[in-house]
């Protein structure tokens, strides 16, 4: 690996993101990604980065920083900063009350004004799709909604993340039962198939689904959603 700094380097033992350190990384994941880092999520930054700072045998924040600016490998690695910290645990039919909602009220509202209209197109845009649970859990709603009708519509989930690892798993399908926690047994029955510890989502999910890599802080990418 080519790097500016030396690999006999060593990480620092108790590996603690100084103030001027963290203001610095804070900006800089902000300026290339959009994602703004509060300072009672410091410990995101100092936690997660620091595998990424013993890979590259660097001693401190502040030379990670310089790698992100410098090294020829800085594309590569800001690739992987994306991946680190955007993250997240979820789950599929997560936040129970607000998905009701969109299922008993904006949904059903939604499709009648379409049908008012004799209009049989629909978009939805999960922004953040992160391992896809969000915008499959949409698109099985949208099955269960419609049920018999759903063939004679257009319907298209546009779900969007930065990290293309998340993206990578999300086209995959393919979850664990914790991932389904929180989602209703016949559910699970209809719409994923079991294969050994993993469940996987069924191809007509699949179809309601378009994924890809989006910066949310890019205009010029956004207008490709829109």
Known sequence: MSSLFSKTSALRKDLKILDAEFVQMRDFIYSQSGIFVADSRRYLIENRLASRLKELNLKTFAEYY?????????????????????T????????????KIFQDNILPEVLERLRARRERRLRIWSAGCSTGEEPYTLAIILMETLRAELPSWDIRIIANDLSEAVLAAARQGYYTEYSLRTTPREIVARYFIQDGPRFVIRPEVKRLVTFGQINLSDRAQLKRVE
């Open 66 to 86: 310089y790698y992100l600016q410098y090294d020829p490998g800085r594309r590569q690695e800001l690739n992987r900063l994306f991946e680190v910290i955007t």
């Open 88 to 99: 997240n645990e979820t789950s599929f039919y997560r936040n129970p009350p607000q998905l």
